[in-house]
């Protein structure tokens, strides 16, 4: 029984289930869409966690999170995206609660393919991360690894006001921290994906949920991370929305229960 239970598990992480990388707040499922060339697109947004037992002494994480995105044309987008992360320790713990910047990623993302009114084909879209050693690895803040990421977007439209979403990648490096949540102990390849349905209920309301998370390449689940999300946001404006969304994870490298606010504006 166990055994046909930690198979089901690693189909789901493959199929549906990332990372730090953030598109379409308060989801970790990106989107296919890009930003339009000249255009600019900034994310803030702030996510409080409490951790699994495996991590002590580190009780709790907050992750604030900075995402910077541009349209370098109407279909290729370069990002930036920086956490400032601090972890609450046991009062016993040497670190004490150690605060300050995480791994910083860089990525470009490609638009290959356009959904069509009356076509089954989805949009589809590819994207490069690199990730930067610029977290303190004695502190606990960074994997002191350089990272290279590659997954793929689908994103189509079940109706007017309903949209589903899948990604799909592996991480070469094999380490996808931020702070204590993540896979860190595997060097080999991360295997990522993330699913999330979101349906737009109002012009202004939009809510959804979502699966996501990740397995190292032998596959060892107690050291995988599988969380779900449900959130949404509410546009302020036609360029602000206010994001919010409750998660909760299963495995070491996810938290116990978190949840998150942000806002995204276009300029």
């Given at each position: ?115 069509r009114e009356g076509s089954k084909v989805p949009a589809a879209s590819v994207v490069f991360y ?106 302020v404006s036609n360029k602000l929305e206010l994001t919010f969304g409750v998660l909760a994870g ?18």
């Amino acid at each position: 029984m166990l055994r046909h239970f930690k198979w089901a598990c690693i189909v789901i992480a493959l199929t549906f289930l990332p990372l730090s990388v953030r598109a379409q707040l308060p989801f970790y499922t990106d989107d296919a869409d890009t930003t339009a060339k000249g255009n600019f697109h900034v994310e803030f947004s702030n996510e409080h966690d409490w951790l699994q037992k495996s991590s002590l002494p580190g009780r709790q994480q907050n992750t604030f999170v900075f995402t910077f995105n541009y349209g370098l044309t109407n279909r290729v987008e370069l990002g930036i995206n920086a956490p400032v992360v601090k972890i609450f320790n046991d009062r016993e713990s040497a670190l004490g609660s150690p605060t300050g910047i995480g791994d910083t990623q860089f990525g470009v993302k490609v638009r290959v393919l356009e959904e069509r009114e009356g076509s089954k084909v989805p949009a589809a879209s590819v994207v490069f991360y690199v990730e930067a050693p610029t977290g303190n690895v004695r502190r606990q803040l960074g994997s002191g690894l350089v990272d290279y990421w590659l997954y793929g977007v689908l994103q189509k439209s079940l109706t007017k006001k309903t949209t589903a979403r899948l990604n799909g990648g592996v991480l070469f490096a094999g380490n996808s921290s931020t702070g204590l949540i993540g896979i860190s102990s595997a060097r080999g390849q991360v295997f990522t994906g993330n699913g999330s349905l979101v349906r737009n209920f109002t012009p202004r309301l939009r809510l959804g949920a979502e699966l996501f998370g990740g397995v190292t390449n032998n596959f060892n689940l107690s050291r995988g991370q599988l969380e779900g999300q449900i959130g949404g946001g509410y546009g302020v404006s036609n360029k602000l929305e206010l994001t919010f969304g409750v998660l909760a994870g299963r495995f070491a490298a996810s938290p116990r229960v978190g949840f998150q606010v942000g806002l995204a504006y276009d300029f």
